[in-house]
C-alpha cells in the first residue's frame, strides 16, 4: 500500500512508498497522535496499564482532532545483515503536509528528489532524475497501509487492530495490526509524544522495518485544496496506470 512505496524507495530508485498501489504498490504503497489529552498527571503516575490506554486515547483524539499538519522526516531502512545484527542504511530526509482525507504532498529532498503528492483522487509520482510522473488512481490505496494513519480519514478500526505497545526510547508506543490480508506488512508502530506521533516503524513480511522520525510537526495550518493540486513539470513524460 502506500507506506510500502516509500519502503521500497530505499531498494530501487528506478522503480518509482511510505507500494504495492502499482507495480510499487502490488510488490511489497503507501503496502505511510493527537491531543486533547484527558491524562491528569496523577494518572501518569499510576499503573503502567493505564499510561498504555493514554496512548491509544491520545492517539484517537490525535486522528480525529488533526485536519491538516506539516513537518519534516527521516527515514530508514533497518535489516539484519549475514550476521543477524541490524544494520540501518538509506536514509532520506524530506518534507510532508497532508489534508484529511488523502490530500498530501510527501517530498524526498536527499540523497536525491522525488515527489509523492495526492489531490484526494489520484496519486502522481515525481522521479526528478528521470524526469518522469507516473499517475494511479487513489482509490483504496490509503486502506489499511501505514499512510492511512496520518493521511487517511479517522476511521482507523475498521481498517486496523489497535493496541498499546508500551514505552520505548521516550515514546508512548501503539501497534496498528491492517485487519486486512492484502498488505504487505505485518503491523506498524506508532510512537506518540506530547500529543503528537513522532515516529512509526514499518514492519514488512521480509523481515525490514523501515522507520520514519517527524520534526517540526505543526497540526492544523492553514491549507487550501488548491495547494494539493499537481501539475507535471515541463517537458516531463507522464504515465496513467
Not at 512508498?17 to 491528569?40: G, H, Q
Not at 530508514?76 to 540501518?88: E, N, P, Q
Request: proline letters at 3%; hydrophobic letters at 40%; aromatic letters at 10%.
Amino acid at each position: 500500500m502506500l507506506a510500502q512505496m516509500f519502503t521500497d524507495k530505499f531498494n530501487d530508485k528506478r522503480s518509482s512508498w511510505f507500494a504495492s498501489s502499482s507495480e510499487i504498490f502490488s510488490r511489497a504503497v503507501l503496502n505511510c497522535a493527537m491531543t486533547k489529552c484527558a491524562v491528569c498527571v496523577g494518572l501518569l503516575a499510576m499503573a503502567p496499564a493505564m499510561v498504555q490506554a493514554s496512548a491509544l486515547e491520545q492517539f484517537k483524539s490525535f486522528v480525529a482532532t488533526t485536519k491538516s499538519a506539516k513537518g519534516e522526516f527521516t527515514q530508514r531502512l533497518v535489516k539484519a545483515d549475514t550476521t543477524g545484527s541490524a544494520k540501518i542504511s538509506n536514509e532520506s530526509t524530506g518534507t510532508f503536509m497532508f489534508a484529511r482525507p488523502g490530500k498530501f504532498i510527501w517530498t524526498y529532498q536527499k540523497p536525491y528528489e522525488q515527489l509523492l503528492q495526492s489531490d484526494g483522487e489520484k496519486l502522481y509520482i515525481f522521479d526528478k532524475d528521470l524526469n518522469q510522473v507516473t499517475v494511479k488512481k487513489l482509490g483504496s490505496v490509503l486502506g489499511s497501509s501505514p499512510a492511512a494513519i496520518l493521511f487517511g480519514s479517522n476511521d482507523l478500526d475498521k481498517n486496523f487492530t489497535l493496541k498499546e505497545a508500551g514505552t520505548k526510547g521516550g515514546l508512548e508506543w501503539l501497534e496498528a495490526t491492517p485487519k486486512t490480508k492484502d498488505t504487505t506488512f505485518d503491523h506498524i508502530g506508532i510512537g506518540l509524544k506530547g500529543g503528537v506521533p513522532q515516529a512509526m516503524e514499518l514492519h514488512d513480511s521480509f523481515g525490514q522495518v523501515s522507520i520514519l522520525s517527524f520534526t517540526r510537526f505543526e497540526r492544523n495550518p492553514a491549507m487550501g485544496a488548491a495547494q494539493f493540486t499537481f501539475a507535471a513539470p515541463k517537458g516531463a513524460d507522464v504515465f496513467n496506470n
